[in-house]
């Protein structure tokens, strides 16, 4: 099975006649997935290789019955843009937009806790069920249908992930990568529940990174409720305390948000700890093993 997305998903983009939203609309078609089209205000009517484009995220999904939509508006905008799609009452929004301001994302919030949409971002590489569907910019090349859940905050280490499941044989289930914004939508434990409830998932790779505590609480629901092995990987061991790193919520600012800090309650909760971002895979193919 899956989580979130899989033949069923019905796309359209949001900033699809942009140079990155068209690329990597194509690309997501390619791999199989329905993108049926997309929305650029004042261009509706128009088709742009093979999408229609619409005015509003509400024409596009009455039209062609999308049940998800790929942001790819600029960092201004797009806060409005997953608004839009909030109150179009769309299920499933996933923001790629990196440099969103933290005040707008808290508007954003606000809407979301008020709705019953499931947003993924924003700052993120998407999710991709292999063979299925593909929202955003992985390369879906390194991917393969099996059992292994991934979750993380980073995206280049989402493909790390991936590729080593792939090359140890166990291949994925779904991988997700849910940003590095401080704020954003699903987290780990509501991504931990999905996978805790799809019988297919047989292990779990979580990845994360210094800042915020996201891994801290996903460390207490690991304890309470997963039941299949869990390997783990924090980044930013070397960070010093209140440097920002990478991501705009990769940063040490109190008890529980370094590196140290998350291994010890990840290890404490049955979570294996991956020394390097090289053995994540090895680690898990030895964990399947018992």
């Known amino acids: 099975m899956s989580i979130l997305v899989n033949k069923d998903t019905v796309l359209m983009t949001q900033g ?36 229609k484009i619409f005015d509003t995220v509400a024409a596009c999904k009455e ?7 790929m942001i790819f508006v600029p960092p201004p905008f797009a806060a409005a843009s997953i608004i839009e799609a909030i109150d179009a ?3 499933l929004i996933v ?10 994302m808290i508007k954003v919030k606000r809407y979301l806790d008020l709705s019953d949409s499931v947003l993924i971002g924003p700052n993120c590489p998407g999710i991709v069920t292999p063979n299925q569907a593909k929202i955003g910019i992985a390369p879906d090349n390194i991917f393969k249908p099996g059992k292994i859940g991934v979750v993380s905050r980073s995206g ?44 297919d998932t047989e292990g779990i790779i979580l990845i994360g990174e210094i800042g915020g505590l996201d891994e801290v609480e996903a460390a207490e629901f ?15 061991v070397s960070a010093p ?38 053995l994540i895979g090895e680690l898990m193919r030895d964990r399947m093993k018992g």
């Not at 390619?30 to 128009?46: N, S």
């Not at 990769?250 to 020394?275: F, Q, R, Y």
């Open 89 to 91: 009452d769309m299920p």
């Open 63 to 69: 039209e062609t019955g999308a049940n998800a939509t």
């Open 156 to 199: 280049t280490l989402t493909y790390e992930a991936v590729y080593q499941t792939t090359l140890n044989g166990l291949g994925q289930t779904t991988a997700i990568g849910i940003g590095g914004d401080p704020i954003h939508g699903i987290n780990f434990v509501d991504v931990l529940e999905l996978f805790r409830d799809d019988p």
């Open 16 to 51: 699809i006649t942009g140079k990155a939203g068209l690329f990597h609309s194509i690309k997501c078609r390619d791999y199989g997935t329905q993108l049926v089209g997309g929305v650029t205000p004042g261009r509706g009517g128009q088709v742009v290789e093979g999408f």
């Open 222 to 236: 690991i304890a309470d409720e997963i039941k299949v092995p869990v390997v783990g990987f924090i980044a930013g």
């Open 95 to 104: 923001a790629i937009t990196e440099g969103i301001p933290v005040h707008d």
């Open 241 to 278: 305390p209140g440097k920002r790193m990478g991501h705009a919520g990769a940063i040490i600012e109190g008890k529980g948000t370094s590196a140290e800090a998350k291994i010890k309650v990840l290890t404490e909760a049955g979570v294996t700890i991956a020394p390097n971002a090289t």
